[in-house]
C-alpha cells in the first residue's frame, strides 16, 4: 500500500506554516485539499499561501484554475490523482493539506463519483431560486427529498444543496444513500489523518484576527478587481467566504463593517462544521496544539505516529 499523510483542521489553526516542516521532514511534496486555493487571482481572501512560504516544497493544486471555471470534490479527485502519481514516482510522500474534509474523504477512501450526469438548465434554475426566494426555500426543497442531506448540509452551502437536488433528479435517489455505500469502503493507502485542533475561544479570536489582516492586505481591492473583470456572483469560486460577503458590500446591499462581521461569523460556523465532519471520520488522529509547548514538539509527535504506521523511517 502507498503511503500518505493527512494534515488537516478548522481553518485559521495554523496548518499552513505546521505542513512545510512536516513535508521537509518526511520527504514529502504537498497537495491541496482547499476548495478555493485553486483559483488564480484570488489571494487574499483564501490565504493561499506565498511562493516564498513553501519554502521549495513543490504544491499541487494552488493557483491552477480561472474564477470561472468550476471545482467540485469530482474534479478535485481526478486532479489529486494525478498529483499523486507524480509524487509517487518521485519517490516522495504525498502530503495532502486543507480544510474540505469531503475532498479529502473522496481520495482517501477513492470514493467513485462515476461519470456524473450534469443537468446544468436545472442547476441554473436551482441558483436562480436561491438568489430569489433565498437559500432556505432551497434547503427546505433538499428536506422533502433526502432529509439525510439536509441535515448535513447547512443552507447557506448552496453548492452543495444544489448538488445534493441535482444528483436526486439525476438518479432517482438520494446522495446520502450514495455517499454512505462510498463511506464503508476501506482505504487503498498506508494512512495517517492529523486533525490539528485548537482551543475553541483561541480558534475564534484566531480567525477574527486573520479577517482583519485580510482587510488590511487588500480584501476589497481584490474583490472589487476581480468584479470589474466580469466575474459575477454566482460563479462557484465568488460564493467563497470572504468574497461573497465583500460583493454584496459593492453592490450596496451591506455597509463594510457589515460585511467584515458577517465574514468573521461565516468563517466561525464554517470552522465549527469542519470540526463536526472530522469528528465524525473514522482514524483521525486528534492534535490539541495546547497539549504542547512548541510547534516542534508537535512536529516531533506526528514524526513518531508516522513511524509507528511504518510511513515514516527517520
Same mark, same amino acid.
Given at each position: ?72 470534490? =469530482?474534479?478535485?479527485? *481526478?486532479?489529486?490523482? %494525478?498529483?499523486?502519481?507524480?509524487? !509517487? /514516482? $518521485? ?125 488590511? =492586505?487588500?480584501?476589497? *481591492?481584490?474583490?472589487? %478587481?476581480?468584479?470589474?473583470?466580469? !466575474? /459575477? $456572483? ?81
Amino acid at each position: 500500500m502507498k503511503p500518505m499523510v493527512i494534515l488537516t483542521g478548522p481553518t485559521a489553526v495554523g496548518k499552513t506554516a505546521l505542513s512545510i516542516r512536516l513535508a521537509k521532514a518526511i520527504g514529502g511534496e504537498i497537495i491541496s485539499a482547499d476548495s478555493m486555493q485553486v483559483y488564480q487571482k484570488m489571494n487574499i481572501g483564501t490565504a493561499k499561501i506565498k511562493t516564498d512560504e513553501m519554502e521549495g516544497i513543490p504544491h499541487y493544486l494552488v493557483d491552477v484554475l480561472d474564477p470561472a471555471e468550476e471545482f467540485h470534490v =469530482a474534479r478535485f479527485q *481526478k486532479m489529486a490523482k %494525478e498529483a499523486l502519481q507524480n509524487i !509517487y /514516482g $518521485k519517490g516522495k510522500i504525498p502530503l495532502v493539506v486543507g480544510g474540505t474534509g469531503f475532498y479529502i474523504q473522496s481520495l482517501l477512501y477513492d470514493i467513485d463519483f462515476e461519470e456524473e450526469e450534469q443537468d446544468m438548465e436545472y442547476r441554473e434554475m436551482l441558483w436562480k431560486m436561491s438568489r430569489e426566494e433565498g437559500n432556505e426555500a432551497l434547503h427546505r426543497m433538499l428536506s422533502q427529498k433526502d432529509p439525510v442531506s439536509a441535515q448535513k448540509i447547512h443552507p447557506n452551502n448552496v453548492k452543495r444543496v444544489i448538488r445534493a437536488l441535482e444528483f436526486y433528479r439525476l438518479n432517482g435517489y438520494p446522495i446520502s444513500e450514495h455517499n454512505e455505500k462510498e463511506s464503508q469502503k476501506e482505504s487503498p493507502y498506508q494512512f495517517a489523518y492529523f486533525v490539528l485542533n485548537q482551543d475553541r475561544k483561541k480558534l475564534y479570536e484566531r480567525i477574527d484576527q486573520r479577517v482583519d489582516l485580510m482587510m488590511e =492586505a487588500g480584501l476589497l *481591492k481584490e474583490v472589487q %478587481e476581480l468584479k470589474e473583470e466580469g !466575474y /459575477g $456572483k454566482s460563479l462557484v469560486s465568488m460564493q467563497g467566504i470572504g468574497y461573497k460577503e465583500i460583493y454584496e458590500y459593492l453592490e450596496g446591499n451591506l455597509t463594510l463593517d457589515q460585511a467584515v462581521d458577517l465574514i468573521k461569523k461565516d468563517t466561525r460556523h464554517f470552522a465549527k462544521r469542519q470540526l463536526t465532519w472530522f469528528g465524525r471520520e473514522k482514524d483521525v488522529i486528534m492534535i490539541q496544539k495546547e497539549q504542547f509547548e512548541t510547534e516542534e514538539e508537535i512536529l516531533q509527535h506526528m514524526l513518531e505516529i508516522l513511524k509507528q504506521k511504518g510511513i515514516y523511517h527517520g
